[in-house]
């Protein structure tokens, strides 16, 4: 069974930077890939970045440049560092990994200020 619980969100102004971690209950090298997603009200959830086995990895248009997802394995957690932060990034980010089929964290609420 596995299980994802982010932390990591909070309130930044605009501009400013956070670093979102998912903490993986059980061995990551089961799950692949993994990814981060967000949902603003009112809007559907959409995907944001994902890493996959081999180290590559993937950005929505709006996040290249400016978000890097990764993932450390040692302490079998997975990232996603955002910088330049903008207020239309306000959303629920959510965690996610596949592992037959797919599993969700709870999600961390993210506010960016103007």
């Known amino acids: 069974q596995v299980q994802l619980v982010e932390s990591g969100g909070g309130l930044v102004q605009a501009g400013g930077s956070l670093r979102l971690s998912c903490a993986v209950s059980?061995?990551?090298?089961?799950?692949?890939?993994m990814a981060w997603y967000r949902q603003a009200p009112g809007k559907q959830r959409e995907l944001v970045a994902i890493i996959f086995s081999g180290g590559s990895t993937n950005y929505a248009d709006s996040v290249k440049g400016r978000f890097t997802i990764s993932r450390d394995s040692a302490k079998n957690t997975l990232y996603l560092q955002m910088n330049s932060l903008k207020p239309e990034d306000t959303a629920v980010y959510y965690c996610n990994g596949y592992a037959g089929r797919p599993y969700w964290g709870q999600g961390t609420q993210v506010t960016v200020s103007s």
């Open positions: 059980g061995s990551i090298f089961s799950i692949n890939p």
